[in-house]
C-alpha cells in the first residue's frame, strides 16, 4: 500500500455546525492549515452536518466567519456532508458484497438484554458479533436490519502517529460497528472515511479525542483498497486537548467561548487569537509572536507537544495589548467606532489612536478610553472621579481655567510646560492638578496622558469641561 506522504500534502478541517466555532476548533484548523500550507499542499473545509436535527444554519455561517475571521481561506469550495449521503450509501453497499460488512437484524430489545449481560459480568458494552456469521434468511421476512463492518477480530493495529508516536490497539477491543443504520442512512464513522478518501486527504489533524476513531476507521479503509484499489491510509496527528489553567478540562469558566466571543465580547484582534492557538501546544524556541509568514516557514508537526496545553486568559490578553500596540491606527479607529456610537470621528480616533492604545488590552477598553472624546455636557462622573472633586480641586480647576484661557499655542509640549510651571507656584506636584482635571476633561480618572487629552478635546471644549465642574457643587 502506497504512503500518503510521497502525495501532496491535503488536509481537512471537519467541524460539526452544532454550535459555534470554539477554541479547541479555531486551533485544530489553524494547524491543518499552516502544515498544508508549509508544504505547498492543499487544505479543504468540509461541514459535517448530517446531524440534521442539531445541525443549523446559524451555526454554519458562525464556523465559516469565524475562519473568514483569522484569515483561514480554503482552496477548494466547501463540503457539505449531507449533500454525500448516496456516495457513502455505495461504499457500504460494496462493503456488504464483498463480504466486508453483513446485514445484523438485532432488535432493540436483545441489544439491551446483552449489554445488561455484558454490565453483569463487567465487561465492556460492545456488540457481540451475534449476526456475523449468520444467513440473512434466518431473519424474519421484512425485518429491519442495519449494515456492521466486519472488523479483523484477530491480530493487532499500530498507528505511527506523528504527534502521539506509536499507538497499538488490539483488534479483538474494536466491535463490528453500524455503517449504516436501519433507516438506510450512513453513520459518521462510515462518511467521515469516505470523504476523507474522495477528498484526497494525506493527513488527518485533529485532538486527541478522535485518536480510537482512528482504529475504527482504518479497517473501512483497507477494506476497500482490497476491493478496489487506491484507497491508502492516511497519515495521522492526534493533538492534545486544550486545558485550563487548573489542569482541568476546558469549560466555559475557562475561556471555552466561540471565536466569535473572543471578537466581539473580548475585543480580541484576529492576529492575537492566531499568534495565541499557534503557541497553544507548538513552539518555536523562545519566540512567543509569530507573523503569518514565519508561522507557515516553521510550522511542523514535530514541534507540538504530547502534553495538554494550558489556555491562559491573563496572557491572551497580554499578547492582545502588544498587537493593538503595533496595529495601525486607522484600523483601529475604524473598529472602535462602532462600539462608541454615531458621534464617533474616524479621523478624530485616528489622531487620538497613539495616546490611546498605550495600555489597552482589547478594542472594547480602546473603546472605552475614546469615548470621553465624544460625550456632551454635562459629563457624567465616576464615583471614583466624584470623589476627586471636592471643592478645593474645584478651586484648582478655576485656576487651571484662567491660566489657560490666553494660551494660544494648544500643544502638549505648550500646555505641559504651563501647568508643570503652575504647579510649582503653587508648592503642588503636578498630580495634583492633572487628578481633578483628568476627572473634569473626561469623567473617570484613568485616560490617556492628560496633556494628549487637553490637544485632542481642542481648547473650547476643554476650557468649557474645566469652568462646568469648577463652577458646579455637584456633579453634572
Not at 458494552?125 to 434468511?137: A, E
Not at 485518536?211 to 482504518?218: D, G, H, P, T, V
Not at 484576529?270 to 514565519?294: C, K
Amino acid at each position: 500500500m502506497a504512503s500518503a506522504s510521497d502525495k501532496t500534502v491535503v488536509t481537512r478541517f471537519a467541524p460539526s455546525p452544532t454550535g459555534f466555532l470554539h477554541i479547541g476548533g479555531a486551533r485544530t484548523a489553524l494547524f491543518n492549515w499552516l502544515f498544508a500550507r508549509h508544504h505547498g499542499g492543499k487544505t479543504l473545509l468540509r461541514i459535517e452536518d448530517t446531524d440534521r436535527a442539531r445541525s443549523t444554519q446559524e451555526a454554519i455561517d458562525a464556523i465559516l466567519d469565524g475562519l473568514d475571521w483569522l484569515g483561514l481561506t480554503y482552496d477548494e469550495e466547501t463540503v457539505f456532508q449531507s449533500e454525500r449521503g448516496a456516495r457513502h450509501v455505495e461504499v457500504a453497499e460494496k462493503l456488504l458484497e464483498a463480504g466486508h460488512a453483513y446485514r445484523c437484524y438485532a432488535t432493540p430489545e436483545e441489544l439491551e438484554e446483552m449489554r445488561a449481560a455484558q454490565r453483569a459480568a463487567k465487561q465492556p458494552l460492545r456488540y457481540d458479533g451475534r449476526w456475523r456469521h449468520r444467513d440473512p434468511s434466518e431473519a424474519p421476512l421484512g425485518a429491519p436490519f442495519v449494515v456492521r463492518l466486519k472488523t479483523p477480530d484477530e491480530g493487532e493495529t499500530v498507528i505511527e502517529d506523528v504527534v502521539q508516536s506509536r499507538v497499538t490497539v488490539k483488534n479483538s477491543e474494536i466491535d463490528d460497528y453500524i455503517l449504516l443504520r436501519s433507516d438506510g442512512s450512513p453513520t459518521y464513522m462510515l462518511a467521515v472515511v469516505v470523504d476523507d478518501h474522495d477528498m484526497g486527504v494525506t493527513h488527518i489533524i485533529r485532538g486527541d479525542d478522535h485518536l480510537n476513531n482512528a482504529f475504527r476507521q482504518l479497517p473501512i479503509i483497507r477494506a476497500m483498497d482490497e476491493i478496489e484499489g487506491g484507497w491508502e491510509d492516511p497519515i495521522y496527528a492526534h493533538i492534545p486537548l486544550i486545558h485550563g489553567p487548573d489542569g482541568a478540562k476546558l469549560s466555559k469558566r475557562h475561556g471555552a467561548m466561540g471565536v466569535d466571543a473572543y471578537r466581539d465580547e473580548l475585543g480580541i484582534l484576529p492576529e492575537t487569537l492566531f499568534n495565541y492557538l499557534l503557541r497553544l501546544g507548538w513552539g518555536h524556541g523562545d519566540q512567543e509572536e509569530f507573523s503569518v509568514d514565519e508561522a507557515i516557514a516553521l510550522f511542523t508537526l514535530e514541534g507540538v507537544g504530547k502534553s495538554p496545553s494550558r489556555f491562559d486568559m491573563k496572557k491572551l490578553l497580554n499578547m492582545n495589548g502588544n498587537y493593538i500596540r503595533a496595529a495601525d491606527d486607522a484600523r483601529l479607529a475604524a473598529l472602535i467606532a462602532p462600539k462608541i456610537g454615531p458621534d464617533a470621528d474616524a479621523g478624530l480616533l485616528e489622531q487620538a489612536m497613539p495616546a490611546l492604545k498605550t495600555r489597552a488590552k482589547d478594542i472594547n477598553e480602546l473603546a472605552e478610553g475614546a469615548a470621553f472624546l465624544f460625550t456632551h455636557r454635562p459629563l457624567t462622573l465616576t464615583d471614583k472621579a466624584e470623589a476627586l472633586l471636592t471643592p478645593e480641586s474645584r478651586a484648582l480647576l478655576a485656576q487651571v481655567s484662567a491660566n489657560l484661557h490666553d494660551e494660544f499655542d494648544w500643544t502638549s509640549e505648550k500646555l505641559e510646560a504651563k501647568l508643570k510651571a503652575m504647579a510649582e507656584e503653587l508648592g503642588l506636584g503636578l498630580g495634583k492638578l492633572a487628578q481633578p482635571l483628568r476627572a473634569a476633561l473626561t469623567g473617570q480618572t484613568t485616560s490617556p496622558g492628560i496633556f494628549d487629552v487637553l490637544v485632542l478635546l481642542g481648547k473650547e471644549e476643554s476650557l468649557a469641561r474645566i469652568d462646568a465642574q469648577a463652577a458646579s457643587g455637584s456633579a453634572g
